[in-house]
């Protein structure tokens, strides 16, 4: 591994080189994005409001998180283990290049679990990779906008830099301390953030999401199973023996899929 670029940013708390949890080969796509909701000509209004699998029982969508820098992974692969992925760094690099961007998972990508993970050709349908904002990808690559899908590599490493709430204990949600996730617009300047004075950046939008919706549903299931509510307007994960709802589905799409769901 190359040695960090430790001067680049005071973004990050600690410098120490984390370690790697996984790396893989493949495409990075875009969903959603904060600041720039109409970028690249398409309408993210709807997509921002999606709920991260990463909050487990708490309703907390990708306006709630309010950064650029969240990203989505093979959700098969992170629901399998929450607690190992959510709000991990994620170093992604494009063309040689190793980006610098405080890049963290948060979500769960569905065209990322299909295919298999060595497929070097795009397939839109199930692809390895990663899923980011459109305003990440296009820092990525001048062709985000023009192809819709980049090649990438990616290591995601043992550094959190989100906290989520990814068990159902309730855990306050938000940037680890001294880690600035908003304003991607000034990242060549990284923001005059002083030193030691860490106090977690302000989110776009804290409207207490916090009253979770942790309605559990039935009863009798077993731990960490997933399956689609009776209607498929929702995810639901077993928690402490309940089904409980995770994720609702956007306008438009419902739950499909059976113990791996997924909205489409
Ligand atoms: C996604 O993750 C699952 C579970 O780890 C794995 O079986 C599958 O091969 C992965 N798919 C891709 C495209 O990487
Ligand atoms: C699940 O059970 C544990 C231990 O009893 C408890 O601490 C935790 O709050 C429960 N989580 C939910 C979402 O009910």
């Not at 999606?50 to 969240?70: A, F, I, K, P």
Request: with cysteine; hydrophobic share 25%.
């Amino acid at each position: 591994m190359k040695t960090e670029m430790i001067a680049a940013a005071g973004l990050l708390a600690t410098a120490a080189k984390a370690d790697s949890i996984f790396s893989g080969n493949g495409f990075g796509t875009y969903y959603y994005d904060i600041d720039s909701p109409s970028a690249c000509s398409t309408d993210f209004s709807v997509a921002n409001t999606g709920q991260v699998e990463c909050s487990l029982t708490q309703v907390y969508t990708l306006e709630d998180v309010g950064s650029e820098y969240l990203v989505a992974m093979n959700h098969s692969q992170l629901i399998s283990d929450m607690g190992k992925y959510c709000g991990k760094k994620v170093e992604v690099t494009v063309n040689g290049v190793k980006s610098d961007l405080p890049l963290f998972i948060g979500d769960g990508c569905y065209r990322c679990s299909q295919g298999t993970p060595d497929q070097d050709t795009w397939q839109p349908d199930g692809s390895p990779g990663l899923d980011f904002s459109f305003s990440v990808l296009d820092k990525l690559s001048s062709e985000a906008c023009t192809d819709g899908h980049i090649d990438i590599s990616w290591e995601i490493v043992d550094e959190s830099l989100y906290t989520f709430d990814y068990d159902g204990s309730g855990t306050p949600q938000g940037p680890v301390s001294g880690v600035t996730t908003t304003a991607i617009t000034t990242t060549t300047s990284p923001t005059t953030s002083p030193s030691g004075s860490a106090s977690p950046t302000t989110l776009a939008t804290t409207t207490s999401p916090a009253s979770a919706s942790a309605t559990p549903t039935s009863s009798s299931c077993s731990s960490n199973t997933w399956q689609c509510n009776s209607d498929s307007t929702a995810l639901e994960q077993c928690v402490n023996s309940s089904w409980t709802t995770v994720e609702t589905c956007g306008t438009g799409t419902t739950c499909q899929g059976t113990s791996n769901p997924y909205c489409a």
